[in-house]
């Protein structure tokens, strides 16, 4: 069993900068892959991005490549995502996700944070 609690969302303009947290519950949180999902008002959940066991592997959609980086810290039990150069499209509810394998499909996770809500303004 893990619990997910995030943390770090907000308002900010566009253009600026977030870093969201996500810190999960368990001694087994290096076991699983994490992703970072949104959904907006009136919208599917979406794929943001995952990370890999360790960290040294990463997928993300390509609406947010080269702006979001995702990363994970196994002794904290936290896994990042920061996020630059944000758009007022970006605004939604942010939530990461524990699971596996690697994919963008929410079937493959199996536990799920509570969100966080992020604000873009322009």
């Known amino acids: 069993q893990v619990q997910l609690v995030e943390s770090g969302g907000g308002l900010v303009q566009a253009g600026g900068s977030l870093r969201l947290s996500c810190a999960a519950s368990?001694?087994?949180?290096?076991?699983?892959?994490m992703g970072w999902f949104r959904q907006a008002p009136g919208k599917e959940r979406e794929f943001v991005g995952s990370v890999n066991w360790s960290g040294s592997g990463t997928n993300y959609a390509d609406s947010v490549r080269g702006r979001f980086t995702i990363s994970r810290d196994n002794a904290k039990n936290t896994v990042y995502l920061q996020m630059n150069s944000l758009k007022p499209e970006d605004t939604a509810v942010y939530s990461c996700a524990a699971g596996g394998p690697m994919s963008w499909s929410t079937k493959v996770y199996s536990y799920w944070g509570q969100g966080t809500q992020v604000t873009v303004s322009s």
């Open positions: 368990g001694r087994t949180f290096s076991s699983y892959i």
